[in-house]
């Protein structure tokens, strides 16, 4: 079963549109218990969204969610639009340099929440998805990094007196990507490969049914690895790894 079948039986989804797969991807990814009560708080599109279609601030986890969507009917098509993925930039200049004041009433409350969590240092990771139902595609891939690059420049001027800045990732949610993290949830270790490296030594810590090993290992060794499996790497790690 991959991620289209759940998703089109999702009938508590459907009341939300174009932005029921928004949600859907924002429910996988953080195994949001309540979707619904998200989406109050959360979705924010509209006729005067300022191409913020759902900005999501969880302070507990100390990230922060800014999504643009995009829901296809046409099931020949074979990536989606990177003007969608390049909309984000507006996103920004919205969230991150317009006064408050100027903020259309649709996004302020959410704009409002967002930078006080910022200022406030509550937010580590800020992340901006687009979110479709197609292939993902290195023309958004390229729009997307554009975005990083002004959201970053934009945090260091909107927190200029704050020594930290949060991190900056950019993410285009496609169905590959959605097919992942719904494999994520239903196999809780992606990577089954074995691994032999040498070690300069260590400890073990074994309990009634179950036994590890505490070593180091080298850094350059681990990104070969996360190179070759991206996230699956960490599939097992049940704090996440955003």
């Not at 924010?44 to 601030?57: F, H, N, Q, R």
């Not at 649709?106 to 929440?113: L, S």
């Not at 909107?158 to 719904?182: H, M, S, T």
Request: contains cysteine.
């Amino acid at each position: 079963m991959d991620y289209n079948t759940v998703f089109s039986n999702r009938d508590d989804l459907k009341q939300y549109g174009s932005n029921a797969l928004l949600l859907f991807a924002l429910e996988l990814r953080f195994g949001i218990e309540d979707i619904h009560t998200v989406a109050i708080d959360s979705l924010t599109d509209g006729s005067d969204d300022k191409k913020c279609d759902l900005i999501y601030v969880d302070p507990d986890e100390s990230l922060a969610v800014i999504a643009q969507g995009y829901y296809s009917l046409n099931s020949e098509k074979k990536e989606a639009p990177s003007s969608k993925a390049s909309d984000l930039n507006t996103a920004v200049a919205w969230l991150l340099n317009r006064e408050i004041k100027d903020l259309p009433d649709r996004i302020r409350p959410a704009a409002i929440q967002l930078r006080n969590a910022l200022q406030s240092g509550q937010i580590q990771t800020i992340q901006f998805w687009y979110v479709h139902n197609l292939s993902e595609s290195d023309n958004v891939h390229n729009e997307l990094k554009t975005v990083q690059n002004n959201a970053y420049s934009s945090l260091k001027h909107l927190l200029g007196n704050i020594r930290f800045i949060p991190d900056v990732a950019v993410l285009e949610v496609g169905k590959g990507q959605l097919d992942d993290w719904y494999k994520a949830l239903t196999i809780p270790i992606l990577v089954v490969d074995k691994f032999e490296i040498s070690v300069p030594g260590g400890y073990s810590l074994q309990g009634s049914d179950w036994l590890s090993f505490v070593t180091s290992v080298s850094i350059t060794w681990l990104r070969e690895l996360f190179t070759k499996y991206k996230d699956d790497l960490f599939s097992a790690n049940i704090r996440g790894y955003w």
